[in-house]
């Protein structure tokens, strides 16, 4: 039956149980670690890259899915007559959403592409939205006028600890890196129109903890939360301190806490995380 079907890709923060119920269709994206390739979600877990990568002698290398598996998924969706709405993460960080739109060019199916101008949690928001959606009738100029909504509503901050990966990925000049690192830096990034920049940084773990402080207080006077998200690389204790004093704060908006996806901790490295919200009136 033709409708609108719903693509991503696994820089997405989603349970498996909201994959399954909206009938998300989430293309992986493969990591490279000591020449072994591994494919996001199928062939490594989030735990177990995080161990790999420790362990690895170089930085692992992401990429993005070939345009030829996202031609014959894009054909496939759209055999029946459907359309296909695909939402990717930020071109900033992959070029993952440049390699759909060629690819969606190249389909026999009506696909629309989507910059989110997020990632992990950031672009759920948006992906549930367009997938309830779908699944309720909406057309597609329905669907993506609200993905516009949420997008502009949006909020992405990221922690990060130390900037070795960051700055060998590219993310960052090799003199702040080597800066922030002599000092015992924590550097705290805010992602505007789909790109890192910085926020705030300051010397030791105070910074990271004072700015969450703030957030929360900030987060708990705003009435129309709709729902907070937090991604991290190997920080479980830490977050389930921020899982406490966020409950206490907001303790009726739904928040999920789990590990990020190995494209993004590839680049923020051990200990960092964000947090992730948006607002609806």
Request: charged content about 20%.
């Amino acid at each position: 039956m033709a409708t609108i079907k719903i693509v991503t890709d696994s820089s997405v923060q989603l349970t498996p149980e909201e994959v399954e119920k909206y009938n998300i269709t989430v293309i992986p994206l493969s990591v490279m670690i000591d020449g072994t390739v591994y494919i996001d979600g199928k062939t490594i877990t989030r735990p177990r890259f995080v161990e790999l990568m420790n362990q690895s002698t170089a930085l692992p290398k992401t990429s993005q899915p070939p345009i030829g598996e996202f031609i014959e998924l894009f054909d496939q969706l759209g055999a029946d007559g459907s359309q296909v709405i695909a939402l990717h993460m930020t071109d900033a960080i992959s070029g993952t959403v440049n390699t759909a739109r060629q690819a969606a060019n190249l389909s026999k199916s009506d696909v629309t592409v989507i910059d989110t101008r997020e990632t992990d949690r950031g672009m759920a928001f948006q992906v549930l939205r367009a997938a309830q959606l779908a699944q309720s009738g909406a057309d597609k100029e329905t669907i993506l006028s609200s993905l516009d909504r949420v997008r502009n509503s949006t909020k992405l901050y990221m922690a990060v600890m130390t900037l070795d990966n960051i700055v060998k990925g590219g993310r960052v000049s090799r003199v702040t890196g080597l800066i922030s690192n002599i000092l015992n830096m924590k550097v705290i990034f805010e992602m505007i129109d789909g790109e890192l920049n910085v926020r705030t940084k300051g010397r030791g773990t105070k910074t990271v903890n004072n700015f969450m402080r703030d957030l929360i207080a900030d987060l708990a006077s705003k009435p129309n939360i709709k729902s907070i998200g937090i991604s991290h690389v190997a920080a479980n204790d830490v977050m389930e301190k921020f899982r406490a004093d966020i409950h206490a704060a907001l303790p009726n908006v739904p928040l999920l806490i789990r590990d990020t996806s190995p494209i993004i901790a590839t680049y923020a490295g051990m200990g960092a995380f964000a947090i992730m919200y948006y607002t609806e009136d």
